[in-house]
């Protein structure tokens, strides 16, 4: 089992940033690929940005490229995720989510799930 806590959600204004955290718990964190997806209501949850085992691949959704970074700290067994240049479309309920795979843009491939944090841009 791993658990998953996300935090740093809030409001922002457009043009600002924001800093998620995913804190995680129980197996071994750096066991897992790792990703942040973003749902809003009425739509599939979506990839935001996905991370293999070791931090070193990454794959970027092409509406966050340029934008956001994925980042994690395996000693703290935390995941990041830096947002800059907030659009009021990234608005959202952000999770991160942790595979045994190595890495995966399909939500199906995630066993475990944070409870979500919102984000909300302002125009």
């Known amino acids: 089992q791993v658990q998953l806590v996300e935090s740093g959600g809030g409001l922002v204004q457009a043009g600002g940033s924001l800093r998620l955290s995913c804190a995680a718990s129980?197996?071994?964190?750096?066991?897992?690929?790792m990703g942040w997806f973003r749902q809003t209501p009425g739509k599939e949850r979506e990839f935001v940005v996905v991370?293999?085992?070791?931090?070193?691949?990454?794959l970027y959704a092409d509406s966050v490229k340029g934008r956001f970074t994925i980042s994690r700290d395996n000693a703290k067994n935390t995941l990041y995720l830096q947002m800059n240049s907030l659009k009021p479309e990234d608005t959202a309920v952000y999770y991160c989510?942790?595979?045994?795979?190595?890495?995966?843009?399909?939500?199906?491939?995630?066993?475990?799930w944070g409870q979500g944090t919102q984000v909300t841009v302002s125009s």
């Open positions: 989510a942790a595979t045994r795979r190595f890495m995966s843009v399909r939500k199906t491939d995630y066993e475990y």
């Open positions: 129980g197996r071994t964190f750096s066991n897992y690929g």
């Open positions: 991370n293999s085992w070791s931090g070193v691949n990454t």
